[in-house]
């Protein structure tokens, strides 16, 4: 990654947690292009995108989408459309499971009732044999999303994971330690702007820990998920799969909702477990801007499309 594109992913992600930003961004909705990366405002339009992608054998994992919530009331309103979520899932008998935001539920507020909230979504979720994946967010919220998916597990809630992010230096570590417990975890790069003091800075580094981890997990028989769009770091798990022998069914390919979709469908032909992670709510501009900082040539799109409605 050149010195320009760096500064270029550094200003968008700035601009992710920017209130004047999200505010004017919101004013336009889906005409700035977000539709391409979120499937719709409410569940119900998110639900007909989701079955779409099943009938092409790709399952799911349904975000609603929202996080630092500023109160209390705001994070029940989010545990309750999550409850939502988890009865529409069970109800129209879609192949898919969830994931959320600790911030989303008021980790930031209140660690205790966070966990109650938390704890009620996975509670329902089990009782659908459905999985709860709590989102890995900034470097501030990574001991204490781990904490909650512990606390979880000894209330006897196995059906909740979380996520590993590769550019972290203490991320082999957890990986060490949460697969001894038997952790369902979904490996990623990192979407976050983190200093060098405790991240890999250079994308070399962090695909190297990548693979790293990766075959940490895969040789445990821990289920695990692959989630990347990097055609080279896909190749690689399924060689390394292959040369070890490692079942199919011991681990999954994850990649965004709108990203590299024929890719997605190529896997699923092959017979990979592939899942799509579907963001949807109103709550869309941090999410749809730190796609745009991933990968730059997202803009480009964007650009394009709102030319075309001139």
């Not at 205790?112 to 996975?122: D, E, N």
């Not at 949460?178 to 991240?199: D, F, S």
């Amino acid at each position: 990654m050149d010195w320009g594109t760096r500064l270029f992913r550094s200003m968008l992600l700035g601009l992710a947690g920017n209130r004047l930003a999200e505010s004017l961004s919101n004013r336009y909705g889906m005409k700035l292009g977000a539709g391409r990366f979120v499937a719709g405002e409410t569940l119900e339009e998110a639900l007909e995108k989701i079955k779409a992608l099943n009938a092409k054998g790709i399952a799911v994992t349904v975000d609603h989408l929202g996080e630092s919530v500023r109160d209390p009331a705001e994070a029940d309103n989010y545990r309750n459309e999550y409850l939502r979520l988890v009865d529409a899932i069970a109800r129209e008998g879609v192949t898919g499971n969830v994931s959320l935001k600790p911030t989303q539920m008021g980790l930031s507020l209140d660690r205790g009732a966070c966990l109650g909230r938390i704890r009620a979504i996975a509670e329902a979720a089990s009782r659908h044999g459905m999985f709860v994946r709590l989102d890995m967010e900034n470097s501030p919220y990574t001991a204490a999303t781990i904490d909650l998916v512990r606390a979880l597990r000894r209330e006897g809630l196995p059906n909740v994971g979380t996520v590993i992010q590769a550019y972290l230096y203490r991320s082999g570590k957890d990986v060490v330690e949460l697969t001894a417990e038997g952790v369902n975890l979904r490996l990623v790069k990192g979407a976050y702007k983190e200093p060098p003091r405790i991240a890999f800075p250079n994308r070399r580094d962090v695909d190297a820990n990548f693979r790293q981890l990766i075959g940490t997990r895969l040789d445990s028989g821990v289920y695990t998920a692959v989630a990347t769009h990097d055609a080279d770091i896909i190749d690689w798990t399924k060689w390394y799969a292959k040369r070890k022998r490692i079942p199919r069914d011991r681990f999954e390919f994850q990649m965004l909702y709108g990203i590299r979709t024929p890719l997605q469908e190529e896997l699923a032909r092959e017979g990979y477990t592939v899942r799509s992670y579907v963001p949807y709510g109103r709550m869309w501009y941090p999410y749809f801007v730190r796609r745009l900082a991933e990968r730059p040539a997202n803009v480009g799109f964007i650009v394009r499309n709102l030319l075309a409605r001139r």
